[in-house]
C-alpha cells in the first residue's frame, strides 16, 4: 500500500514549488548563457540576458514549443517569478541610486544642453507619436494625458549602467566624451525617474499623493540623508551595513506602494541619499550588484519576456510600420536632441554625434519603465512589445557604431586633442560595481 501510495505521488504532477524553482533553474541557465554569447560577441552581457528572457517567452518557447512553456510557467510560477523580480529591482534602484553622482559634470553647458536637448526632444516627438497611435497602444482604462505622457517619457530614457559598460569596454570612460554622455545619463535618469513619478501620482489621489511624495522627499533629504552618513561612519562591520542599506530600501518601497507610488522610486531615492565617499559602501554595493545581477535580474528578464510576443505585431504591415516609427522616432530624437544641442553648445561635430549615438543606449532602464507602465495599465501588450523591441535594437546599436567611430575616427591622436582625460575620484561615475553591470 505504501508502495503504491508513493507510486501515485510521484507519478502525479510536480507542485508549484518544484516548478518555480524549475524555472528558475531554466531562466538563469538561459539567460547566462546567452549573456555569455553576448560578451564573446563584444556587446554588453546584459542584452544577451534581456534576449534569454524573450527566448522563454510566447516570441519563441511559446511559439516552437507551447506546451513546454505552459507547463513550467503556470499562473502561480509566473506571480511567484514577479515577486522575485520586484525584490531584484529593489535592490538594482538602490545601486542605481547609489551611483547617481553629480559633482563632476565636466562642463555645465554642454552636459545640460544634451540633457535638455537630450530628453526635452524625445520627449515631445514620442508623445507626438502616442498621441497619432492613440488607439493601437493605450493601455485598457487609462487616461489619455497620462498614457501620452508615459510613453514620451519611455522615448527618452538612456540606461546609465548599460551605457557605463559600453564606455569602458571601448576605453573612453575617462575622456570628455565618456565624461558627457554619463553625466548627461545620469542627470537624465533622476529627471526621468521625477517625471515618471509626477505620471504614477496622477494615475491616484493626486493632491495626497504629491503631498505625501514631497514629505518623504524632505524627510531624506532632512533626516535619512544625515542619519546614514553618520551611520556609515560609525558602523565597522560591513554586514551591518549591509542589512541598513536593504532594509532601508526595502521600507523606503514599501512607503511609495503604500502613497501609490511603484516601489522602484523608494528604493532609488534612498539610494541617492547614501554617502558616496565611502569604502564600505562601494564594498557592499559589489556584493548586492553581483548576487542582483546574477540571480534577480535575470527573473525580471525573464518577466518581460513572457509578457512579450512579436507575434502581437502579426502579419500587418501596419504594425510593423508602427514598430518602424517608433524607432525611427525614438533614434532620431536623441541624435538630434542630444547630439545637435551639444553641438549649438561647443561640442565637436564628431563628439557631438557620439553622444547622440551613446543616449540611445535604453537597457534595462527602459525595460523597467515599459514594466511600469504596463502595470498600471497605461499601455497595452502591443506598446510593451513595441518599448521592448526599441529598447533591445537601440542598446544592440550603441556598441557596434561607437567601435566603428572609434576605430575610424577617435584615433588615440584625436582623443589626446579633443577628448582630453579627466581625472577619476571615488566620486566619478563608473565604480567597479557599474563596470560590472
Given at each position: ?20 524553482l ?8 538561459v539567460?547566462h ?15 544577451g ?18 506546451e513546454a512553456?505552459?507547463?513550467l ?9 514577479n ?59 487609462a ?24 564606455l ?21 535618469d ?29 524627510g ?23 542589512a541598513?542599506?536593504?532594509v ?16 522602484v ?87 557631438a ?5 551613446l ?6 532602464t ?34 557596434p ?36 553591470e
Amino acid at each position: 500500500m505504501t508502495t503504491q501510495s508513493m507510486s501515485i505521488t510521484v507519478a502525479g504532477p510536480p507542485d508549484q514549488l518544484t516548478r518555480f524553482l524549475l524555472a528558475v533553474a531554466v531562466i538563469l541557465a538561459v539567460c547566462h548563457l546567452c549573456g555569455n554569447l553576448m560578451r564573446r560577441w563584444r556587446q554588453p552581457p546584459v542584452l544577451g540576458e534581456i534576449l534569454g528572457g524573450l527566448l522563454l517567452g510566447p516570441s519563441v518557447l511559446g511559439l516552437l514549443w507551447p506546451e513546454a512553456g505552459q507547463w513550467l510557467f503556470t499562473s502561480a510560477v509566473k506571480a511567484n517569478l514577479n515577486v522575485a523580480a520586484q525584490l531584484g529591482l529593489v535592490v538594482f534602484m538602490l545601486l542605481l541610486g547609489c551611483e547617481l553622482r553629480t559633482g563632476q559634470i565636466g562642463s555645465r553647458r554642454i552636459v545640460g544642453a544634451a540633457v535638455l536637448g537630450g530628453m526635452g526632444l524625445p520627449f515631445l516627438l514620442g508623445a507626438g507619436t502616442a498621441l497619432l497611435a492613440m488607439p493601437l497602444l493605450i493601455g485598457p482604462g487609462a487616461e489619455p494625458a497620462d498614457y501620452v505622457l508615459f510613453f514620451g517619457l519611455a522615448i527618452a530614457i538612456t540606461a546609465l549602467p548599460v551605457l557605463a559598460r559600453i564606455l569602458v569596454d571601448l576605453g573612453l570612460d575617462r575622456t570628455r566624451i565618456g565624461a558627457v554622455a554619463l553625466s548627461s545619463a545620469a542627470l537624465g535618469d533622476g529627471i526621468a525617474w521625477l517625471v515618471l513619478t509626477l505620471i504614477l501620482a496622477g494615475t491616484g489621489e493626486v493632491v495626497t499623493t504629491a503631498a505625501l511624495a514631497l514629505a518623504l522627499l524632505l524627510g531624506t533629504v532632512l533626516l535619512v540623508r544625515p542619519a546614514l552618513a553618520a551611520l556609515v561612519r560609525r558602523i565597522g562591520g560591513d554586514q551591518v551595513l549591509l542589512a541598513v542599506l536593504v532594509v532601508g530600501a526595502i521600507t523606503f518601497s514599501a512607503l511609495t506602494q503604500l502613497i501609490n507610488l511603484h516601489p522602484v522610486i523608494g528604493a532609488f531615492l534612498f539610494g541617492v541619499a547614501v554617502p558616496r565617499d565611502s569604502p564600505a559602501v562601494e564594498r557592499i554595493s559589489r556584493q548586492l550588484q553581483g548576487f542582483t545581477v546574477a540571480v534577480l535580474l535575470p527573473l525580471f528578464f525573464a518577466g518581460v519576456g513572457l509578457g512579450t510576443s512579436i507575434g502581437l505585431l502579426g502579419a500587418s504591415p501596419g504594425s510593423w510600420l508602427l514598430f518602424a516609427g517608433v524607432l525611427v522616432v525614438a533614434v532620431a530624437a536623441k541624435l538630434a536632441g542630444a547630439g545637435g544641442a551639444a553641438r549649438l553648445a561647443g561640442l565637436p561635430g564628431r563628439q557631438a554625434l557620439s553622444l547622440g549615438i551613446l543616449m540611445n543606449c535604453r537597457g534595462v532602464t527602459e525595460l523597467v519603465v515599459a514594466s511600469i507602465g504596463l502595470e498600471y495599465g497605461l499601455i497595452n501588450q502591443l506598446s510593451f512589445t513595441v518599448l521592448v523591441l526599441v529598447a533591445v535594437v537601440t542598446t544592440a546599436a550603441t556598441g557596434p557604431l561607437m567601435r566603428r567611430r572609434v576605430q575610424r575616427e577617435l584615433t588615440p591622436d584625436s582623443c589626446q586633442n579633443s577628448a582630453a582625460p579627466i581625472p577619476m575620484t571615488g566620486n566619478d561615475f563608473v565604480s567597479p560595481a557599474r563596470q560590472a553591470e
